[in-house]
């Protein structure tokens, strides 16, 4: 290995069935860095995370450990510290009805003479851990006491104290407010200063900037590349993320020549609406017939501006008018009588029943709407069902196959259908065409521009730019938990993506 690099992992393939999740990626880890590993949704971060930590049993590669002859392969976490490699997660993987100081030594107390726990040698030894590393906690207290922050800082000096050679952090700030993450940096600094190699997980290109030294891109299961931090701006690292190289953007189709419906009555109106820990206070406004984009990188803020519009996770802040005219919205049912339907982004999550049938998941928006004591008569269910499957072209063996029987494309046509039924006057599609068909993409495409003809409103959220820009004639540029921007006029791919990143000129 080379001097002063205490990781790499070369030529890792790792393949779930009928999924080639890493193909031939490598990674490098120096001592004392602090290395970001970037990469949307599916780019392998995760699968490359637990190829190393023990989890994930990859087909070829090799991975080296600095003070280790040979490659080592690590069958479990415990493998995996055994050799120095410890990972703290997003949500803390301890004992909150512990102390600090138990937790900090599960699993391994000193012992005294007579075989019985040595608490008094194990609370001086916590003690002056915490010290070390500047965390001003009383070690005799219960975890729980303490704020989500100090219990991952808690859990990262637990590593530290395991000999660990490289920290991986995945998502660590995910659920920390500003200060909180300034707290846990100031720790990350530290122990770069001592040494220890960092693997720092998250989709916060601020934070990324802020602390890390290296960034590594991963992209569809491929390796990007490895850049110093200075030598890659915001808008390239957004590029490589993306798949996307802005010295050659394609021109798409209908960029700029779509119909103005701003002089159309308003249909949403949003002041400074806001969820606590997912999204920041935000204005938006969107007209009757009118397709607005909402366009950033996974973690962004999208889908959590979707769900505080219509109520899945209730405004703690701020006003709504839908149609003009103020109203709450504190839970989907309410949206749903307002004339909302939403297309979530993780259709089998949130989406389909798998073991009901066609017909049953395309009433059971209706039918919530109407209630319980209200029930769609069978023939009207079949007719329904009938007309919608028709009218989306839906490939089913027949209305009362079993949804997850179908593809991927006619499942999300599927809900899709669901909401059509319930005849909506706006419509939120997160993701409406993720994991499908190009035919079946474009035919959702059309639709949603059919939809807006017809005088329907649409929040359009998608990865995937170019297909907003042929659909949407506005859009709202998210960022960490916040709207940063909105595009009418100049919306392309080089202005969104720019937008996205920072706003930075080329360099």
């Known amino acids: 290995m080379e001097d002063g690099v205490v990781l790499t992992a070369r030529g890792i393939t790792m393949t779930f069935p009928g999924v080639k999740a890493l193909e031939n990626v490598d990674f490098t880890l120096r001592r004392g860095e602090i290395h970001a590993l970037m990469g949307e949704n599916g780019a392998g971060k995760s699968t490359l995370i637990k190829c190393l930590t023990g989890i994930n049993d990859f087909e070829a590669g090799e991975i080296h450990i600095e003070g280790i002859s040979g490659p080592v392969k690590n069958h479990s976490t415990k493998d995996a510290q055994s050799v120095g490699i410890s990972t703290v997660y997003q949500e803390v993987n301890l004992c909150p009805n512990l102390s600090v100081a138990e937790n900090l ?93 960092i693997i720092f997980v998250t989709h916060f290109l601020e934070q990324v900037y802020a602390v890390c030294d290296r960034i590594t891109v991963l992209r569809d299961g491929h390796f990007v590349g490895e850049y110093p931090i200075a030598e890659l701006p915001r808008v390239k690292l957004v590029a490589a993320m993306m798949g996307k190289n802005l010295d050659d953007l394609e021109e798409i189709g209908k960029e700029g020549q779509h119909k103005d419906p701003s002089a159309n009555p308003m249909m949403i109106s949003a002041k400074r609406l806001s969820h606590t820990g997912t999204i920041r206070p935000f204005d938006l406004d969107i007209h009757k017939g009118e397709v607005v984009g909402v366009a950033g990188l996974l973690g962004s803020g999208r889908s959590e501006m979707a769900r505080a519009i219509y109520g899945a996770d209730k405004a703690n802040t701020g006003t709504l008018e839908v149609n003009g005219k103020g109203v709450k919205i504190n839970q989907p049912i ?14 089998k999550a949130e989406g389909i029943i798998g073991d009901l049938s066609v017909r049953e998941n395309m009433i059971l928006a209706l039918q919530a709407r109407k209630g319980m004591f209200k029930p769609l008569s069978r023939a009207k269910q079949e007719e329904l069902a009938d007309q919608y499957i ?80 042929r659909t949407c004639s506005r859009m709202a540029i998210m960022r960490d938990g916040e709207k940063v921007g909105e595009l009418d006029h100049d919306l392309t791919q080089e202005s969104v993506m720019r937008t996205i990143a920072g706003g930075e000129q080329k360099s």
Request: proline share 3%; net charge negative; glycine share 6%.
């Open 390 to 469: 028709e009218l989306l072209q839906i490939k089913t063996a027949s209305k009362e196959t079993p949804v997850k029987q179908l593809s991927g494309g006619n499942q999300q046509k599927v809900i899709l259908g669901r909401w059509l039924i319930t005849q909506p006057e706006f419509l939120i599609l997160d993701e409406p065409t993720r994991g499908i068909d190009v035919g079946t993409k474009a035919e959702i495409q059309k639709l949603i521009l059919k939809l807006a003809d017809e005088g329907k409103s649409i929040l359009f959220i998608s990865s995937e730019i170019s297909e907003m820009l």
């Open 334 to 347: 309410d949206a749903m009588n307002l004339g909302m339907g939403m297309l979530p982004d993780d259709r």
């Open 105 to 197: 030594f599960i699993g391994r107390e000193p012992m005294t003479a007579l075989h019985t726990i040595d608490r008094k040698a194990y609370v001086k030894r916590s003690q002056k851990i915490m010290d070390e590393l500047g965390i001003a906690v009383d070690v005799t207290q219960n975890l729980e006491n303490y704020s989500l922050a100090i219990q991952q800082m808690v859990a990262i000096a637990r590593a530290v104290d395991m000999d660990c050679k490289v920290l991986i952090l995945d998502e660590p700030t995910s659920s920390l407010d500003d200060e909180e993450v300034e707290k846990l940096f100031v720790l990350m600094r530290r122990l770069k200063g001592q040494g220890v190699g």
